[in-house]
C-alpha cells in the first residue's frame, strides 16, 4: 500500500432536501425532456445528425420518477469515499451516483470544482430528481443520467503498485449495460477509467458525458483547442442547433464566446476539437488558475454549459443552492455533441482514461485576445499529462472489496438471463432487495404475488423476457395485466398496452390503469373527453396520492374544467394545498375565471413549486395570462389587443418566478 494515498470511506454531514420516495406512476409519456424537438440550422449537415435519433426514447422505463423531494432542508449524513494524498483530497459520494463532490488542491488551498452548499433536487434529469455541483457521470441515454441521484457499488483495491482504487458501478437497466468508474490519484492529479460494457448478444447505442461543476466569475475564461463549435439555444420545449467560430463570431450577441459570464442566455457550446488535437478543457480564473480536464482519445467531444446572465439564469442559479453561486459546466464525452451517441458492439467494451488537476499558466498569455496564445499556454501541459496516463493503474492487485451496495437490478437481469451481466463487476444475489422482491418471486415461484388495488406499485420492469414470463402463467389478475400494460408502453406496443389495462380494471377497478389510459387517450389518442373521465375516476379512487391528485389537477385545467378545479383545490388536505405546483394551477384556474386577486395572491415571488423544470415556462406563461387580465381592466381596453411585450414592460416577470432559458 502506498504511503502517501489513502482511500477511506467516512460520514459526511450535507444540508440536504429529503429526496423522497419513487413516483409509482410509470412514465407514459410525461416526461418532456424525451420529446423536445432539435431545430438545425443550414449549418448542420446531414454528416453531423447522422445518430441524433439512434437512442431517442420515448420513456424512462422500467425506471420510476424520482419527483416526491422537497425544500426544506436539514443536516443529513451519506458516506463518502475520500482518495487523499500530499497534494489532493477527492470527495465522492457513491450513494448519489458516485458524483465526485470535491476536488480540493492541498497545496494551493483551494477548491477546483463548483461544491455546492446544498443537496437541493430540482427537476433537471430523466428521472427528475437532480442536483448541481461537482462531477457527474452520465451513462446511457441523453441528459441527466438515469442514476444520478442513485446508489452505485462501491469497492475498494490496490493496483499493481500498492495505490488505492475506488470502484463504483451499476447496471443500467433502459440500455441494458453495466458501466464501472474506477478512480486513483497519482501525485497531483485525480485519474479514472471508465468502462461500459455490453454483454448481449446485439449492438447498441450508449452515451457518456463527465459534467464537471466550475464556479462562473466575471473573468472565468473556458479554453479548448478548437476554433470551431456546434452552439445550442433553448426555446421552450426546442433546442436550436447551429455551429460557428469559436470563440469570436458574429452569429451571436456576445463578443467572445470563451467568457461565459458574458452570455445573454443560455447556451451549449460544443467544441469541434480537430482529430489530431489532444483532448482536454480547461476553465482558468483571472490570475491564471484553475481546473484542467483530459482523455485520451476515446473522448472526443467537450462541451461548455452556461445559464447566462439573463434573469431566467440567474434565478436558476439561485435556485439549484443557497448561495446563488453562478456556476459553469464543462464537459467531457464520446460523441461530439449530447445529440450523438456511439455504437457499441455485441460483447464488447468501451473504456477510456481521463484526469482532473490543477493548472496554472501566464495570465496575460491565458487572456490574451489572440485565443492560440491561451490554447498554447495549456496545451503543452495537458499533452504531457495524457502522455503519461497508464491503463496499468487500474488493474486490481486482489479481489476488490466490497464497501457499499448499489440496486438489485443487476443480479435479478442476471437471473433471467441465466448469466452474468457484467464480466468484469459483481452483482451478488444479496443485493436483491424491496424493489426486486416480487419480480425475484416471479422468477422463482413463477407468478407475480397478489396486491392490493389501491396500494402504491412498487417497481417496473420491462422487455420481452419479462412478458413472457408473466404471460406463461398468468391467472388473469388486475396485477398482471397492469404490469403487462405497462411493459407493452414501455415496447411501444401501444394497443396491447391499452388491451392490458382494460382487462386490468375488468379484473378489478384500480386507480392505476385509470390512470394510465387517462395519459395514452390524451397524449396519444388525442380524446380529451375519455382522458377526464378515466383520471377522474383514478383520482376518486386514491384522492390521497399526491402526484395523482397533481395530474388530476392538470387535467381539469387543459380541460378548461376551472371551476372544477378550483372546487377541487378548496377539497384538498392542507398539506396538499401547500404543494407549489397545486398552487400554479390555481392561480391558472382563477385567472381564467376572472378571480384575478386571489390569482394575484398566488402568483409572487414566495410561490415555490419544488418539481419545476429545467426549461419549464409555465410560471412566465401564466404571470403574463393574468396581468394582461389585469392591465386590460385599468387600461379598458380588450385583453388580446395586449401584447406579452407590453404587459411585461409594466409588469415584468419577478426574477425568483423566472425560469426562462432564453431572453
Not at 433553448?234 to 452569429?251: A, I, K, M
Not at 489572440?370 to 503519461?388: K, L, P
Not at 406499485?457 to 395485466?481: C, F, L
Amino acid at each position: 500500500m502506498s504511503e502517501t494515498t489513502t482511500l477511506r470511506f467516512e460520514p459526511v454531514r450535507l444540508t440536504s432536501a429529503d429526496f423522497g420516495g419513487m413516483n409509482c406512476l410509470p412514465d407514459i409519456y410525461d416526461n418532456a425532456s424525451l420529446h423536445s424537438r432539435v431545430q438545425c440550422s443550414s449549418r448542420i449537415t446531414g454528416q453531423d445528425r447522422e445518430t441524433f435519433d439512434a437512442l431517442r426514447i420515448h420513456t424512462v422505463l422500467p425506471y420510476q420518477m424520482q419527483s416526491l423531494y422537497d425544500r426544506s432542508r436539514r443536516e443529513k449524513t451519506f458516506t463518502a469515499a475520500v482518495l487523499e494524498n500530499e497534494a489532493l483530497k477527492a470527495t465522492f459520494l457513491p450513494q448519489l451516483g458516485g458524483r465526485l463532490w470535491s476536488l480540493f488542491d492541498k497545496r494551493e488551498q483551494r477548491e477546483l470544482l463548483f461544491v455546492n452548499d446544498v443537496l437541493q433536487p430540482c427537476n433537471l434529469a430523466l428521472r427528475n430528481a437532480w442536483f448541481a455541483g461537482g462531477v457527474e457521470w452520465n451513462c446511457g441515454v441523453r441528459g441527466h443520467a438515469l442514476l444520478t441521484c442513485s446508489p452505485l457499488f462501491t469497492r475498494q483495491a490496490v493496483n499493481e503498485k500498492g495505490d488505492p482504487l475506488l470502484i463504483m458501478y451499476e447496471y443500467e437497466r433502459v440500455t441494458r449495460v453495466t458501466y464501472k468508474i474506477c478512480a486513483t490519484l497519482q501525485q497531483d492529479a485525480l485519474l479514472l477509467k471508465m468502462t461500459i460494457e455490453n454483454t448481449e448478444d446485439r449492438d447498441k447505442w450508449t452515451y457518456w458525458w463527465s459534467n464537471i461543476a466550475a464556479p462562473e466569475n466575471p473573468k472565468t475564461r473556458v479554453i479548448v483547442p478548437a476554433t470551431e463549435t456546434f452552439y445550442c439555444g433553448y426555446r421552450e420545449g426546442v433546442h436550436v442547433l447551429d455551429s460557428g467560430p469559436y470563440p469570436h463570431t458574429d452569429q451571436l450577441r456576445i463578443d467572445d464566446l470563451s467568457y461565459p459570464a458574458r452570455y445573454d442566455q443560455t447556451w451549449d457550446m460544443f467544441f469541434k476539437i480537430p482529430e489530431q488535437e489532444h483532448k482536454w478543457i480547461a476553465a482558468v480564473e483571472e490570475d491564471g488558475r484553475g481546473l484542467l480536464q483530459y482523455s485520451d482519445n476515446t473522448l472526443i467531444g467537450r462541451k461548455l454549459f452556461a445559464w447566462g446572465a439573463h434573469p431566467g439564469g440567474r434565478n436558476w442559479n439561485h435556485w439549484l443552492s443557497d448561495a446563488g453561486q453562478p456556476y459553469i459546466e464543462i464537459q467531457a464525452g464520446l460523441a461530439p455533441t449530447q445529440q450523438h451517441v456511439v455504437r457499441l458492439g455485441a460483447n464488447e467494451k468501451i473504456s477510456w482514461m481521463e484526469g482532473y488537476c490543477a493548472v496554472s499558466g501566464d495570465p496575460h498569455a491565458l487572456h490574451s485576445p489572440q485565443y492560440s496564445d491561451a490554447v498554447r499556454e495549456i496545451g503543452g501541459m495537458a499533452g504531457d499529462r495524457i502522455a503519461r496516463l497508464d491503463e496499468s493503474l487500474f488493474r486490481p492487485k486482489d479481489i476488490p472489496a466490497p464497501v457499499l451496495e448499489g440496486s438489485g437490478w443487476g443480479a435479478l437481469e442476471g437471473m433471467l438471463r441465466g448469466s452474468c451481466v457484467s464480466e468484469e463487476c459483481d452483482f451478488p444475489q444479496s443485493s436483491i432487495g424491496g424493489e426486486q422482491k416480487e419480480w425475484y418471486a416471479l422468477l422463482v415461484q413463477g407468478r407475480l404475488p397478489e396486491h392490493a388495488p389501491c396500494e402504491p406499485i412498487v417497481s417496473y420492469e420491462a422487455g420481452e423476457e419479462w412478458i413472457s414470463r408473466i404471460a406463461e402463467t398468468m391467472t388473469g389478475t388486475w396485477y398482471e395485466h397492469y404490469h403487462l400494460g405497462v411493459m407493452h408502453y414501455a415496447a411501444k406496443a401501444i394497443r396491447e398496452a391499452e388491451v392490458h389495462f382494460e382487462a386490468s380494471l375488468a379484473a378489478e377497478e384500480n386507480p392505476w390503469a385509470l390512470r394510465n389510459l387517462a395519459k395514452i387517450e390524451k397524449n396519444i389518442r388525442n380524446d380529451r373527453k375519455k382522458a377526464a373521465e378515466y383520471m377522474a375516476r383514478a383520482y376518486r379512487m386514491k384522492p390521497d396520492y399526491l402526484p395523482l391528485a397533481v395530474e388530476y389537477a392538470a387535467s381539469l385545467i387543459y380541460n378548461g374544467q376551472n371551476r372544477e378545479m378550483i372546487a377541487l383545490y378548496d377539497s384538498l388536505a392542507p398539506a396538499f394545498k401547500a404543494q407549489g405546483r397545486l398552487q400554479l394551477l390555481l392561480a391558472a384556474a382563477l385567472t381564467r375565471e376572472g378571480e384575478l386577486d386571489r390569482a394575484k395572491a398566488i402568483l409572487t415571488p414566495q410561490l415555490c413549486i419544488p418539481d419545476i423544470k429545467e426549461g419549464e415556462y409555465s410560471v412566465s406563461h401564466i404571470w403574463v395570462e393574468l396581468y394582461t387580465r389585469i392591465m386590460a381592466e385599468e387600461e379598458n381596453v380588450p385583453a388580446d389587443s395586449l401584447s406579452p411585450a407590453q404587459v411585461q414592460a409594466r409588469y415584468p416577470v419577478p426574477q425568483a418566478l423566472d425560469f426562462r432559458q432564453d431572453l
